[in-house]
């Protein structure tokens, strides 16, 4: 089967598993500390008349896209967090496994709250600030526009290689590239068995990490068209104007991802695939067989899906 028969499927990493969603549903799967794979399945919801048609409207589209994916991934992020639970053959006190299980809450807990306040005030506001800094030596807007997209993108790299390190989040980002690696091999034609997944590419056009640096790129732009003076109004530009940044940035990652294959422009997507270098890892062979799991789970409720549908319309 060609690439263009098959269905466009994506996918998100959480905590020790992988969510995959199609057409019809969305399926994770978690490995479990004894070992065992549990799956969590929700059936996409049909869109409303009027969502549908919002969702064919460029630049309006990628925000409904965002909010949607942003809720839908964080049931399944809270399902692998609380599934995710200590092997009952070890000798641990009852105590100590609900320290265990406090801890990974917490741990995914100040993760997200952090996450949130950082994109929300410390990636809007502190460029901001350190780019007035250096106004005596960049004093025009140009200048000072560059300037502050110049530390945004040093924040948000520094930002995720330090948050990298850590032992949870490196294991998620690993899972982030099999989830990666098995799009990669389902699109290829390959048999997903976890050797050819294993061969294929942590990278993939299609990755919200892409999205994440065109944002800091098509601000850039985007913000040369507004004042940078007086502070107050420069802070409200940004603020309205991100609704406006992450709709023509999702534009730009779906065109990068059609360009792909061509010879030249298939280039504006490889800043984004860089940035992957530091978003994913590589993963083990278990990790990948989860990975594998939840893809195969989700092909099955898909294959279902579609074939109810068929029946539906032959009678």
């Known amino acids: 089967m060609s690439n263009t028969q098959k269905n466009i499927y994506g996918g998100q990493a959480v905590v020790e598993g992988v969510m995959f969603g199609g057409k019809y549903h969305y399926v994770t ?18 869109n409303s008349s009027f969502l549908s048609i919002v969702k064919k409207i460029p630049f309006i ?17 809270n399902f692998s967090t609380e599934r995710y639970d200590v092997d009952p053959k070890d000798d641990e006190t009852i105590k100590e496994k609900e320290v265990s299980k406090l801890t990974m809450y917490l741990g995914v807990a100040v993760i997200g709250v952090i996450s949130f306040l950082f994109g929300k005030f410390a990636f809007t506001l502190i460029p901001v600030f350190l780019a007035v800094l250096t106004k005596p030596i960049f004093p025009s807007d140009f200048e000072q526009v560059l300037v502050e997209g110049l530390f945004k993108l040093i924040l948000l790299l520094g930002y995720i290689y ?23 091999t389902y699109e290829a034609g390959a048999e997903l068995t976890i050797e050819n997944v294993q061969a294929h590419s942590r990278l993939h056009y299609r990755c919200g990490s892409s999205f994440i640096l065109f944002t800091v790129i098509v601000g850039v732009f985007v913000y040369m068209l507004v004042p940078t003076t007086p502070l107050w109004l420069r802070i409200v530009d940004r603020l309205l104007l991100i609704p406006v940044v992450l709709g023509i940035s999702f534009e730009i990652l779906q065109l990068t991802n059609k360009l792909r294959d061509l010879p ?4 504006l997507g490889l800043p984004g695939l860089w940035l992957q270098l530091l978003t994913t890892k590589e993963p083990n062979d278990e990790q990948v067989e989860v990975a594998i799991l939840s893809f195969k789970e989700l092909l099955r409720r898909e294959n279902e899906s579609q074939s109810k549908c068929d029946s539906e319309e032959i009678v």
Request: avoid cysteine; charged fraction near 25%; charge should be positive.
């Open 29 to 46: 799967a978690v490995r479990r500390k004894d070992h065992s794979v549990e799956y969590y399945h929700l059936p996409r919801k049909a």
């Open 264 to 267: 030249i422009l298939k280039y």
């Open 162 to 184: 330090f948050v990298s390190l850590t032992p949870l989040i490196k294991r998620v980002f690993q899972y982030h590239g099999a989830e990666h690696k098995v799009i990669n």
């Open 61 to 77: 589209r990628g925000i409904i896209s965002i909010i949607e994916a942003s809720a839908n991934g964080s049931k399944h992020l």
